[in-house]
């Protein structure tokens, strides 16, 4: 049997995962958006959360504007991702859904003058990513933007999905961040607890 490095593990398993998703047709991804949202707008941590981290969903992932909008309505605070390097994000308040632009990753973005959440303030985080295992392990999409801001909050990670791109075992590495629970379009997952050993694959 053929051994793979773990980053040529994570890059084989990522690229797989993203061939997954870009067969996803638009029926599917809309449908599986709606009942994402449903459930996690009926967790008790959406409804306990005072501060809220979501993301404008791009291309196949899972649409939240249906939670950001609701949270809105409810007075909620509202943040999404504010990319400041090729490796780092911010919280940047969130206050409507209507008319945003596009950043120069074709990704719906806040306006300017932006003003910014800190992560310490932060209740719950939607956290999209390539692919997740059901023990709560991520495979992100490489640039480790969600690995470098999980680690500045205590919000619970909620992690947001395709039944078609959970994974039994994930690759993992230290610097790997995992989430607490999983939301796909049939089932909320509430995770056993993510070990994150050195150079690691988990099961």
Do not use: H
């Not at 958006?33 to 306990?48: G, I, M």
């Not at 991702?81 to 209507?98: C, F, G, N, R, Y």
């Not at 303030?121 to 480790?144: E, H, N």
């Amino acid at each position: 049997m053929e051994r793979f490095s773990l980053q040529e593990e994570k890059c084989r398993v990522r690229r797989e995962l993203k061939e997954s998703a870009v067969r996803f047709s638009e029926r599917y991804v809309a449908e599986a958006s709606r009942a994402v949202c449903d459930t996690v707008l009926q967790s008790n941590e959406f409804r306990k959360a005072a501060v809220i981290f979501g993301y404008l969903s791009f291309r196949n992932e899972i649409s939240v504007d249906a939670v950001l909008a609701e949270a809105l309505r409810l007075g909620k605070r509202v943040a999404v991702p504010w990319i400041v390097s090729q490796t780092e994000m911010k919280a940047a308040l969130l206050k409507s859904l209507d008319n945003l632009p596009v950043d120069r990753y074709g990704i719906r973005t806040v306006p300017e003058p932006v003003n910014f959440v800190v992560p310490g303030d932060i209740d719950l985080i939607l956290v999209p990513g390539a692919g997740f295992s059901p023990k709560g392990y991520r495979m992100g999409r490489g640039a480790g933007f969600y690995d470098r801001f999980l680690i500045q909050t205590d919000g619970f990670r909620l992690g947001i999905t395709f039944d078609a791109l959970l994974r039994e075992a994930i690759p993992v590495d230290d610097y790997d961040q995992s989430v607490e629970a999983l939301v796909t379009e049939t089932e909320f997952i509430r995770c056993t607890g993510a070990w994150r050993g050195r150079n690691a694959v988990i099961f």
